[in-house]
DNA sequence: GCCAACGTTGGC
DNA sequence: GCCAACGTTGGC
């Protein structure tokens, strides 16, 4: 049973379509740093899994293309590197604190689907992105939903 | 840049 | 284990 999700990614610092122009279409999703999100990409995730790829923090927040899960769960490299932004001083190889999975191009969407869209929806009032005090950057989303915005975007 | 929401930290 | 202080997210 296939799984349906959103991930939000500031554009200004990696964005679709930097995903698309990867090599192999293809990037770790690292420097999470939030348990619940964590959760979802180390329990819940399998490959072939969708996903929304979600522009925030920009001037027109929404939904940009559709990704895929393009691997297993695994230890995020950046907890154990003291350069990086994302280290972290309580993981150690042996106990990792930090989990991800590698995201790959689906396919693009004739145009993006704002925020602003989404709100008007009924059919997408339920949606947990759209719910107040939401903050995750890693969200399920519902396959009804997931095909609504999709035709939304085609 | 502001601020509401909310997760995390640390003192007790 | 409570909870105040603090930090971060993300829309506007």
């Known amino acids: 049973m296939a799984n349906y999700w959103l991930m939000k990614s500031e554009p200004d610092v990696f964005s679709f379509a930097d995903l698309k122009k ?7 999703w690292n420097g999470v740093r939030n348990y ?3 959760n979802f990409m180390r329990d819940d995730m399998k490959q072939g899994d969708l996903i ?5 923090s920009c001037e027109v927040p929404g939904v940009a293309g559709v990704a895929k ?3 297993d ?3 995020d490299e950046t907890q154990f590197d003291p350069k ?3 280290f ?3 993981a150690t190889r042996e106990v990792p604190r930090w989990f991800l999975v590698d995201v790959s191009f689906e396919r693009d969407l004739k145009r993006l689907v704002p925020l602003e869209e989404l709100k008007g929806e009924p059919a997408l009032a339920t949606m947990r992105l759209l719910q107040r005090g939401n903050r995750l950057s890693i969200l399920p989303v519902a396959k ?7 035709a939304l975007g085609s």
Not at 22 to 28: C, D, F
């Open 22 to 28: 990867r090599p192999k279409k293809t990037e770790p």
């Open 36 to 38: 619940q999100a964590r």
């Open 52 to 56: 929304l790829f979600y522009h925030s």
């Open 69 to 71: 899960v393009a691997s």
């Open 73 to 75: 769960a695994y230890a």
């Open 84 to 86: 990086s932004e994302y």
């Open 88 to 90: 972290d001083p309580k």
């Open 144 to 150: 009804k939903e997931f095909d609504l915005i999709v």
